[in-house]
T-cell receptor
Framework: QQQVKQSPQSLIVQKGGISIINCAYE??????FPWYQQFPGKGPALLIA?????SEKKEGRFTISFNKSAKQFSLHIMDSQPGDSATYFC???????????FGKGTKLSVKP | NAGVTQTPKFQVLKTGQSMTLQCAQD?????MYWYRQDPGMGLRLIYY???????DKGEVPNGYNVSRLNKREFSLRLESAAPSQTSVYFC???????????FGPGTRLLVL
């Protein structure tokens, strides 16, 4: 049973455009929702994270939108740049699940 | 401050051979993790160690063993490698009770 579903699998965006990646989860006990960014040949690194007490968190060009009732959260990358080209993973944790559970990843390509 | 280091960077094994992947962190973290990353599968937890002296199975532990050698080091052993274990292996660490995980650069393993 997949506890977190991430879409799309891949995404191509023009420079300056908005990139949107979505994740859906089932377990309402989850209370931590991070996004990790991974460049080719590197390990993932925390990009931004949110807890369910807020509906949105913004850090620079990166925003997490959180919809508790729909059990969904998304990553928005504004003014996407070629340097944002990477694989993005959402993750969840909380309740009896102390460890992070990762989505399958989205490969983002930003075309100049 | 090197963060999380992994050795080797790349390894080729024949079916049935054994090897140990090494991981070390210099951030004084309590918890350490081993993941495997396969195309389209995201990051799957193999084993983790919540603190020195303890280890627990993750989602995909079969065919692997781990040792938490001390607070800094956490090794992953393949006793009899199989082609299905061809993957990229990531080690990560975190402070106890903190969700943010810091990843190493990965070990690429090819089993022929």
């Amino acid at each position: 049973q997949q506890q977190v579903k991430q879409s799309p699998q891949s995404l191509i965006v023009q420079k300056g455009g908005i990139s949107i990646i979505n994740c859906a989860y089932e377990n309402t006990a989850f209370d931590y929702f991070p996004w990790y960014q991974q460049f080719p040949g590197k390990g993932p690194a925390l990009l931004i994270a949110i807890r369910p007490d807020v509906s949105e968190k913004k850090e620079g060009r990166f925003t997490i939108s959180f919809n508790k009732s729909a059990k969904q959260f998304s990553l928005h990358i504004m003014d996407s740049q070629p340097g944002d080209s990477a694989t993005y993973f959402c993750a969840v944790s909380g309740g009896s699940q102390g460890n992070l559970i990762f989505g399958k990843g989205t490969k983002l390509s930003v075309k100049p | 401050n090197a963060g999380v280091t992994q050795t080797p960077k790349f390894q080729v094994l024949k079916t049935g051979q054994s090897m140990t992947l090494q991981c070390a962190q210099d951030m004084n973290h309590n918890s350490m993790y081993w993941y495997r990353q396969d195309p389209g599968m995201g990051l799957r937890l193999i084993y983790y160690s919540a603190s020195e002296g303890t280890t627990d199975k993750g989602e995909v532990p079969n065919g692997y063993n781990v040792s938490r050698l001390n607070k800094r080091e956490f090794s992953l052993r393949l006793e009899s490698a199989a082609p299905s274990q061809t993957s990229v292996y990531f080690c990560a660490s975190s402070w106890a009770g903190e969700e943010t995980q810091y990843f190493g650069p990965g070990t690429r393993l090819l089993v022929l």
